[in-house]
């Protein structure tokens, strides 16, 4: 890696996974967190915990609210945090003669906060194909949020030209693999690793009971096609600079889906923006090491957007 890395500093990256016995999903009812609402064409399900300021996470190809299970709690002790289910995803239905594009997801994410009453947000969160559509929905609102939080995120890949951009389609498609697995794979560590090692890089380390949590039979099945066909070759990079908000970028260095060079292009072309990469991890920070996703979270929420100033530094730890 060259540029904004070389000024990068060196942490242990010891971390890997909850090391709490009883992680705070577990111990929540989601039952009692969980709602749908109607948006103008799509009835959206998503999960609610926590008052105060709203910050939003959208999840990625195939995913769904589960993937921010780890973060969606720590978030609600201080923010109200919420997690939705783009159409064709989870348990949000795919509408009928509703046609997934980015920009329509954009649009969505505006439509879903108008729909339970949500001006502003302290934060979009989005990762891998959330990250894609966090940024449009930024490009076209950009009063909406405060803060923008990149986690992994697809897009700049998936613009180039020729057969990297199919390469980079063909990565993403691997990535979206796991998500469509039979559950009984996750009892073994090597079945764990089997199935999720594209995406993850140590998941024998994780809980199975979270890994189960990811996976369902069919999931992602009506969107994933379509979803993907929409990002391959859309390119938001000329559009990059007009994004005034302070912006985190959070990156696995060992992402095999969306490489951590795409980071890098991030950052470059964000002007506001700040690069955090961690080592030995793969294209879900956010699951694999929750208690430095969170805590870096916890620093940017509590930083004020004013004092958040571009750097050219980055730090991998």
Known sequence: MSGAADNASLFPAADYGDPDPTPAWMTVDWRQHL???QTPGAEVNYAEIGEGEPVLF???LAGCWRNWLENLPHLGQRYRAIALDLPGFGDSPMPVGWEISMP????LIHDFCDALGIDRLAALVGNSMGGFVATEAVLERPRRCERLVLVSAAGISLAEAGGRRWGAAARTVKAAGPYLAPDFLLRRPLGRRFTFSQIMRNPEKLRPELLAEQIRP???SDGLAEALASMVGYDTRPRLRE???PT???WGLSDHVVPVEAALGYHRLIPRSRLEIFERTGHVPML???ERFNALLDDFLGTEPAAIADTDDATIA
């Open 35 to 37: 709602h749908r609402v």
């Open 58 to 60: 959208v999840h990625g």
């Open 104 to 107: 329509a997801y954009g649009r």
């Open 218 to 220: 069919g999931l992602g």
């Open 243 to 245: 994004i005034a908000l």
């Open 248 to 250: 985190l970028i959070v």
């Open 288 to 290: 694999e090491r929750p």
